[in-house]
């Protein structure tokens, strides 16, 4: 996944309308930012393997603590319960927790068999990554629907608040779209480095447009 987990961040503004959207965006993406430093220090492994699915050649042969679903539990207990003491309280804390796990039952419908459910457990995946076509229509709808349902959440307090929105999510949308054609990546470290420095940018721009937009009256949910 990719959009689609972008899809979850904002559609997690509409049952937590006051928490930031760059926390909201953490959660569903905290996964993919623990992986790239796990891998460069050694503790996860990834291959490129040209023509592995046809969405991208990483094979993921071992990333258990960032992305197995026992330690997708922890870590969203864990991110859960900062932002339930913080400003955000239970609702937030519990919102941001689903996000979280959502990575873990997102990647499950699209990657290969490599998603483990604890470290050293049995590998499940339904590998929707080798169809384009495919994986394109599922995360472009998830993708529609998360910033129809944040556009509904909130309302842009001045110009900036809607050009700055419209902005990224072109450039989501482009970078989506651009990603089947981008060929073989020429190392793991450039994949990492660059997702890293992505994710920061990404969540940097989301804390930044989200200051620019306010909770609407179709911002709510029931109570958690």
């Given at each position: 996944?990719?959009?689609?987990?972008?899809?979850?961040?904002?559609?997690?503004?509409?049952?937590?309308?006051?928490?930031?959207?760059?926390?909201?965006?953490?959660?569903?993406?905290?996964?993919?930012?623990?992986?790239?430093?796990?891998?460069?220090?050694?503790?996860?492994?990834?291959?490129?393997?040209?023509?592995?699915?046809?969405?991208?050649?990483?094979?993921?042969?071992?990333?258990?603590?960032?992305?197995?679903?026992?330690?997708?539990?922890?870590?969203?207990?864990?991110?859960g319960a900062l932002v339930a003491r913080g400003a955000g309280g239970r609702r937030a804390g519990v919102?941001?927790?689903?996000?979280?796990?959502?990575?873990?039952?997102?990647?499950?419908?699209?990657?290969?068999?490599?998603?483990?459910?604890?470290?050293?457990?049995?590998?499940?995946?339904?590998?929707?990554?080798?169809?384009?076509?495919?994986?394109?229509?599922?995360?472009?709808?998830?993708?529609?629907?998360?910033?129809?349902?944040?556009?509904?959440?909130?309302?842009?307090?001045?110009?900036?608040?809607?050009?700055?929105?419209?902005?990224?999510?072109?450039?989501?949308?482009?970078?989506?779209?651009?990603?089947?054609?981008?060929?073989?990546?020429?190392?793991?470290?450039?994949?990492?480095?660059?997702?890293?420095?992505?994710?920061?940018?990404?969540?940097?721009?989301?804390?930044?447009?989200?200051?620019?937009?306010?909770?609407?009256?179709?911002?709510?949910?029931?109570?958690?």
């Amino acid at each position: 996944m990719f959009i689609g987990h972008f899809a979850v961040g904002f559609a997690s503004k509409r049952w937590a309308p006051r928490t930031s959207l760059a926390t909201l965006m953490l959660a569903p993406l905290l996964a993919d930012v623990l992986w790239p430093v796990l891998v460069l220090a050694g503790v996860e492994k990834v291959r490129i393997v040209p023509g592995f699915t046809a969405m991208n050649a990483l094979a993921l042969d071992d990333f258990p603590w960032s992305h197995s679903l026992l330690m997708d539990l922890v870590w969203a207990a864990l991110l859960g319960a900062l932002v339930a003491r913080g400003a955000g309280g239970r609702r937030a804390g519990v919102v941001v927790g689903i996000g979280v796990v959502s990575h873990w039952v997102l990647d499950w419908i699209t990657h290969a068999p490599d998603m483990p459910l604890w470290p050293g457990g049995p590998e499940f995946g339904l590998a929707l990554w080798n169809s384009v076509p495919g994986t394109m229509i599922v995360e472009s709808l998830m993708f529609a629907v998360g910033v129809w349902l944040y556009l509904g959440a909130t309302r842009a307090t001045d110009r900036m608040g809607a050009v700055a929105l419209w902005a990224l999510v072109a450039l989501l949308v482009i970078s989506y779209a651009a990603q089947p054609f981008m060929g073989t990546p020429p190392s793991v470290r450039a994949v990492v480095v660059s997702g890293l420095i992505f994710e920061a940018v990404s969540l940097a721009w989301l804390w930044w447009l989200d200051r620019h937009r306010r909770p609407s009256a179709l911002a709510h949910g029931p109570v958690l």
